[in-house]
């Protein structure tokens, strides 16, 4: 059974940095896409950064310039380091790994909450 494991997450004052972590107990990591998403309260998932098995990251206009995804395949981890956090990223942050429509995994979310 696949599990996403996430961590990282906590209370942060605006303009702070943290950084999240996901390890995954996937055979074949590194054939993996692996994205950030988050939601915050009355609002819809959305994607927050992702890291594809090969090609270049992607970053929701929102992260940019702020935010960094990385991967260390041989560890099997996904990290996501925030900086300049803003209020308005509050949210609990889950960890998703994709190969296909089947093999589609998510972690159970760690929160992250920025206060002034």
């Known amino acids: 059974q696949v599990q996403l494991v996430e961590s990282g997450g906590g209370l942060v004052q605006a303009g702070g940095s943290l950084r999240l972590s996901c390890t995954a107990s996937?055979?074949?990591?590194?054939?993996?896409?692996m994205s950030w998403y988050r939601q915050a309260p009355g609002k819809q998932r959305e994607l927050v950064a992702r890291i594809p098995s090969g090609g270049r990251t992607t970053y929701a206009e929102s992260v940019k310039g702020r935010f960094t995804i990385s991967r260390d395949n041989p560890k099997k981890t996904v990290f996501l380091q925030m900086n300049s956090l803003k209020l308005e990223d509050t949210a609990v942050y889950y960890c998703?790994?994709?190969?296909?429509?089947?093999?589609?995994?998510w972690g159970q979310g760690t929160q992250v909450t920025v206060s002034s």
């Open positions: 996937i055979t074949i990591f590194m054939l993996y896409d």
């Open positions: 998703n790994a994709r190969r296909t429509e089947l093999q589609d995994y």
